[in-house]
């Protein structure tokens, strides 16, 4: 059973920093690309950032880049995201996310129960 626990969300003051973590279990971690996917209240899904099986290749959405840092340890079956100069926009419930191709929403079939980042003073 595959099974995907991110954890690390909370409430942090705008231009702050956070780091979040998902734990995965039932399946070959290094086998298959990650993401994070995050949803706004009131919005929809947005992807925020995919990494390779081996990191070789990461991704971001625009609006991340030299703000996120998505990374993996395939020795511990973990993702991890590291959210720096957070927004309020950034405001949202975040999503570790199983998938088959880098920045791509195809082959995307397990998601998490997500973690609730707020950003606000």
């Known amino acids: 059973e595959v099974q995907l626990v991110e954890s690390g969300g909370g409430l942090v003051q705008p231009g702050g920093s956070l780091r979040l973590f998902c734990a995965a279990s039932g399946f070959t971690f290094d086998d298959y690309v990650m993401n994070w996917v995050r949803q706004a209240p009131g919005k929809g899904l947005e992807w925020v950032s995919g990494?390779?099986?081996?990191?070789?290749?990461?991704y971001y959405a625009e609006s991340m880049k030299g703000r996120f840092t998505i990374s993996r340890d395939n020795a511990n079956d973990t993702l991890s995201l590291q959210m720096n100069s957070l927004k309020s926009e950034d405001t949202a419930v975040y999503y570790c996310v199983k998938g088959k191709y880098v920045s791509s929403w195809y082959g995307m079939d397990y998601w998490g129960n997500g973690t609730q980042v707020t950003v606000s003073s």
């Open positions: 990494i390779r099986w081996d990191g070789g290749r990461i």
